[in-house]
């Protein structure tokens, strides 16, 4: 069984700064991948950023990075150059390669300061 | 590319009867789809899994008979919250998974709210 933990319930961020998030995990398969969703006020999922276990290689996508420690099983989201766009609950989740079936953690809120 | 519709958006009803929920994939065959059920300021809470064609998983403490599940085709899963309750408010979302990788598209949700 795969677990996701989100310990943090809330964050802010003054805008243009930067903050991390901060998501462990547990799994016992090899095979695995590791998301970071956003949930505006609009309800809408939104996928940020994901990761493959096997790549060594932090994923990038655009302001929104990730820092993977695997045998830590750690995977923290930073967003650089913070906007009040990015205002929104996020959810770190889990799933294998043999099963689709996400486990999300239980989110952080995000605020950002103008 | 990967767009999930929900319909509908919203739905208020009386306690007692019956809602159904319609979740498509409109440019993509899933094979698989999810229905999440979400309360305020939580996390998304999985209900059950299904398959193209085949019955629904459901998850631990979840009642299949109050929640209906169908996926007659690979565009198109439908929950069915049947003989609706107060208890039974919440967003309700899905999301469907693709035929080349386990990354899971959602929609936007389902408001619904019962009187």
Known sequence: ???????????????????????????????????????PPSRQMILVIRQ????????????????????AKSFSLKISDSQLGDAAMYFCASNTG????????KGITLSVRP | GAVVSQHPSW?????????????????FQATTMFWYRQFPKQSLMLMATSNEGSK???????????????HASLTLSTLTVTSAHPEDSSFYICSARGTRS????FGPGTRLTVL
Not at chain 1, 56 to 61: I, K, L, M, S, V
Not at chain 1, 99 to 105: D, I, V
């Open chain 1, 1 to 39: 069984a795969q677990t996701v933990t989100q310990s943090q319930p809330e964050m802010s961020v003054q805008e243009a700064e930067t903050v991390t998030l901060s998501c462990t995990y547990d799994t016992s398969e090899s095979d695995y991948y590791l998301f970071w969703y956003k949930q």
């Open chain 2, 11 to 27: 739905v208020i009803c009386k306690s007692g009867t019956s809602v159904k929920i319609e979740c498509r994939s409109l440019d």
């Open chain 1, 52 to 71: 493959e276990a096997y790549k060594q290689q932090n994923a990038t996508e655009n302001r929104f990075s990730v820092n993977f420690q695997k045998a």
């Open chain 2, 56 to 70: 629904a998983t459901y998850e631990q403490g979840v009642e299949k008979d109050k929640f209906l599940i169908n």
């Open chain 2, 102 to 105: 386990n990354e899971q598209f």
């Open chain 1, 98 to 105: 043999a099963n689709s079936k996400l486990t999300f953690g």
